[in-house]
């Protein structure tokens, strides 16, 4: 995990801005907005902003080689499936549950990425993954009952949430071609995932999937902002950061989506949740403070 104050930076800000898409999806909860519809303008949102970008800079190209292979993977897979999955189980298994299974992705993401060979963390930086993840699972239980026990398809189901998003932040690593630019690679993700769920809602005539974005227009267009915010960051960080790095910003995400919903949604919440997030600010200090060099003792000859 390579940590330096860019990816500090990515990590903070993709996190914080992360946090806001709870609420936001919340609200469309409230509005029965289907989980197609969040998926396609997630990445709809995405797409936009990065092509502005590539055609301000001049790199927007033709994806090459097996640039195609990587971004048919990430983003109609990687990206789309956590997102489908936890829609499919929160009401079968609870939200309390359904976050703990988010909470487990940075640990799953360090085991495979251990398996993986792609180096281990030191005992600073496991301590505060460790932390962050007690922290996580602490306000995750504070948002609402596990209630009663869940059929075992759906059970089994949840378990794939974390399965899926560490095994989407190890792939991302292991076939990112060569020095791709990850703006290009997180456009052509982004927008092959566009293509496919589109085009199956057209082939399928879910006129609902259209119908709730022009019955919500704003909750729409916050949605694609926020999310082509997210995108650039996302990608520099699992390009110069890797996978473990990458999979903590559920922690700052955690937390941040706390303080929102209690300011601006006026969501109470008990004590134990507040520690929660003083336990994960501790542990995400502690992964993320420079690790004090061993003094040189020089000796005369």
């Known amino acids: 995990m390579v940590i330096t104050r860019d990816t500090r930076f990515l990590l903070l800000t993709s996190g914080m801005l992360l946090g806001f898409t709870f609420p936001l999806a919340k609200l469309a909860g409230i509005a029965q907005m289907p989980a197609m519809t969040w998926v396609i303008l997630n990445s709809l949102g995405a797409s936009l902003t990065l092509l502005t970008l590539l055609m301000l800079t001049g790199g927007l190209e033709l994806p090459r080689g097996r640039q195609w292979r990587y971004a048919l993977i990430t983003g109609p897979i990687t990206f789309a499936s956590p997102t489908l999955l936890v829609f499919l189980v929160v009401p079968q298994v609870g939200a309390g549950y359904s976050g703990i299974m988010f909470a487990l992705s940075p640990v799953l993401t360090l085991t495979l990425t251990r398996l993986a060979g792609l180096g281990t963390l030191g005992r600073q930086k496991t301590l505060g993954l460790l932390l962050g993840l007690g922290g996580a699972a602490g306000i995750s239980l504070t948002r609402g009952s596990l209630g009663a026990p869940a059929e075992a398809l ?40 566009v293509i496919l769920y589109a085009s199956a809602a057209l082939i399928f005539g879910n006129e609902a999937i259209w119908k709730s974005v022009m019955d919500n227009p704003q909750l729409a267009a916050g949605h ?32 941040t989506s706390l303080l929102i919903a209690s300011v601006w949604m006026r969501e109470s919440y008990p004590l134990t949740a507040w520690l929660s997030a003083l336990v994960i600010l501790v542990g995400m200090v502690i992964s993320l403070w420079p690790k004090a060099s061993k003094p040189v003792i020089c000796q005369d000859a």
């Open 224 to 255: 694609l902002a926020l999310a082509g915010l997210i995108a650039p960051l996302i990608f520099r960080l699992q390009r110069f950061g890797g996978p473990v790095l990458l999979s903590q910003t559920g922690y700052v995400a955690a937390g």
């Open 154 to 193: 759906w059970l089994a189901l949840a378990a794939l949430i974390p399965l899926a998003l560490a095994a989407g932040n190890l792939y991302r690593t292991l076939d990112w071609p060569g020095q791709a630019s990850p703006e290009l690679l997180a456009f052509w993700s982004h927008t092959l995932a």
